[in-house]
């Protein structure tokens, strides 16, 4: 995928779903992978894993 920029993750500027996003992959040891090589590199198991949590985590705060 020549000319295809990498987009530079701000951590401390994201909307809050996608900040808790970035701390559950954090939690389950992927934020690294995630920032190296993208959300693309993460397995369908550890997306649903992510996915899963984060939806517990935002249900839990209501």
């Keep these: ?3 295809k920029k990498e987009k530079k993750i701000d951590l401390n500027h994201l ?3 996608e900040k808790l996003k ?3 992959a954090e939690e389950l040891g992927l934020l690294d992978r995630v920032l ?3 959300w693309k590199s993460l397995t ?3 997306t649903g894993r ?3 949590m984060v939806t517990k985590k935002k249900r839990n705060q209501k």
């Design 1 to 3: 995928m020549a000319g």
């Design 15 to 17: 909307e809050p779903e």
């Design 22 to 24: 970035y701390e559950v």
């Design 36 to 38: 190296t090589q993208g």
């Design 44 to 46: 369908s198991k550890e």
């Design 50 to 52: 992510i996915g899963g």
